[in-house]
């Protein structure tokens, strides 16, 4: 990585820390701002990236899976620049600021409880009520 980065080989130097960051408190969804240059198969690029997720573990595995279905960058070829939390205020991405709404609702799926064989058929006249209790 160094090596491609700026004259810098492996007897020029050591690997002192590798440090994996944990967040304070992993129970609330957050935004994170990812700041990335990554090698293609033409040319060097800069991006930036907007992921929702509840640890910066989590929003770098959901940008290294994006880059490699998208652009084809293998994880080698990226170079993470900056990373943040970022306010909701701040948030410039389409799909981060619209999961901001604080009146969002989702459909509320209820399984069909499977019929006995013997009362099973594969017509039915009436269509069949899906809320359980």
Known sequence: FMKKLNKAK??????LAVNEL??????KVK???VWLRYQSRTNTHNMYKEYRDVTINGAISQMYSEMAGRHRAAAGTIQI?????IPASACRRDHVTEMHDSGLKFPVVRKIPLMTKKNRTTFKASRPMTFVR
């Open 81 to 85: 620049i900056n990373t943040a939390s």
């Open 10 to 15: 492996k007897s020029g130097g050591e690997l």
């Open 31 to 33: 935004n994170y701002g």
């Open 22 to 27: 944990f967040d304070k408190g992993p129970n």
